[in-house]
Nanobody, 124 residues
């Protein structure tokens, strides 16, 4: 399996931006679709967005569509989540995950590898 490490979280004011990174090691990163999830205290893990193994297809949750962008650089074994126009409802621990499926999926159970998460806090 591929190992994943997120970075880039932090504290930002409402309306601000952050870019999260997901560094992969182990298996060939380009063989995996990549997803981003988040989990707020007391809530279930929520799908944010996903990108296909080659980067040609993306899919987003309605709550972030138009504000967040998922991308990847397979040459650097790194995925990214660009987050713009952040609001307090975006506060959560953000996770990247890898899937061997050839279709983009939103269920956490369909992802085999997970990072440890990075905290994003948006102040009002």
């Amino acid at each position: 399996q591929v190992q994943l490490v997120e970075s880039g979280g932090g504290l930002v004011q409402t309306g601000g931006s952050l870019r999260l990174s997901c560094a992969a090691s182990g298996r060939t990163f380009s063989s995996y679709a990549m997803g981003w999830f988040r989990q707020a205290p007391g809530k279930e893990r929520e799908f944010v967005g996903a990108i296909s193994w080659g980067g040609g297809s993306t899919y987003y949750a309605d709550s972030v569509k138009g504000r967040f962008t998922v991308s990847r650089d397979n040459a650097k074994n790194t995925g990214y989540l660009q987050m713009n126009s952040l609001n307090p409802e975006d506060t959560a621990v953000y996770y990247c995950a890898a899937s061997t499926l050839r279709v983009l999926v939103t269920s956490p159970g369909r992802y085999a590898s997970w990072g440890q998460g990075t905290q994003v806090t948006v102040s009002s």
